[in-house]
Nanobody, 122 residues
């Protein structure tokens, strides 16, 4: 079991930046895929970014949705068990509830945080 707690959301003006954090209850170095998703009002949850945990035998590069490529960056601090999403150049269409995800590849289990609201508005 992994408990995930997100933080860092809020209200920001267009063009601004935010950094979301997702702190895990234990180490997430291992056979995991780590990611961020978002859900806009009235829409289904969509992929934002993902990366392989350093514990995977053959970690691949980070992946990003086309809509945020070049503006957002995913990273992991293994000393703090914390996954980050740095968001720059925010646009009103980035407004959503953002969720972090840890996928246990071997166990086939998905863990989700509770979500954090990001609102981009002037």
């Amino acid at each position: 079991q992994v408990q995930l707690v997100e933080s860092g959301g809020g209200l920001v003006q267009p063009g601004g930046s935010l950094r979301l954090s997702c702190t895990a209850s234990r180490s997430i170095v291992g056979p995991y895929e780590l990611g961020w998703y978002r859900q806009q009002l009235g829409k289904t949850r969509e992929f934002v970014a993902s990366m392989s945990s350093p514990g995977l035998a053959s970690p691949g590069p980070a992946n990003y949705a086309d809509s945020i490529k070049g503006r957002f960056a995913i990273s992991l601090d293994t000393t703090k068990n914390t996954l980050y999403l740095q968001m720059n150049g925010l646009k009103p269409e980035d407004t959503a509830v953002y969720y972090c995800n840890v996928r246990d590849i071997w166990g086939g289990v998905d863990y989700w945080g509770q979500g954090t609201q990001v609102t981009v508005s002037s």
